[in-house]
Nanobody, 121 residues
Framework: QVQLVESGGGLVQAGGSLRLSCAAS????????MGWYRQAPGKQRELVAT???????NYEDSVKGRFTISINNAKNTVYLQMNSLKPEDTAVYYC???????????????WGQGTQVTVSS
């Protein structure tokens, strides 16, 4: 099993910044990619940003230029630096990791428990 532990959510005023962290631990043979998704009340979960272990990143259009995703491969940890936050960024943010648990086993997608980000206007 793989555990994802998230931290860094909270309440911030519009225009402020937050940094989310997510550390993966457990049965990790190879970590392929990590990412952040979010789900606002009444809406479906959506991709925010993803990054591979070679630091190839992908962003949802509304966060480009404001959010930066990074990865520390030695620590199996992904970060999301969120600047210029807007009220519409309010959501529960979920960490995701694509992990190959063993050499002869397929990759599995794991999810964190979620961390609340609230941006007040």
């Amino acid at each position: 099993q793989v555990q994802l532990v998230e931290s860094g959510g909270g309440l911030v005023q519009a225009g402020g910044s937050l940094r989310l962290s997510c550390a993966a631990s457990g049965s990790i043979f190879r970590l392929d990619a990590m990412g952040w998704y979010r789900q606002a009340p009444g809406k479906q979960r959506e991709l925010v940003a993803t990054i591979t272990t070679t630091s190839s990143a992908n962003y949802e259009d509304s966060v480009k230029g404001r959010f930066t995703i990074s990865i520390n491969n030695a620590k199996n940890t992904v970060y999301l630096q969120m600047n210029s936050l807007k009220p519409e960024d309010t959501a529960v943010y979920y960490c995701n990791a694509n992990v190959k648990p063993a050499a002869l086993r397929p990759a599995v997608s794991y999810w964190g428990q979620g961390t609340q980000v609230t941006v007040s206007s």
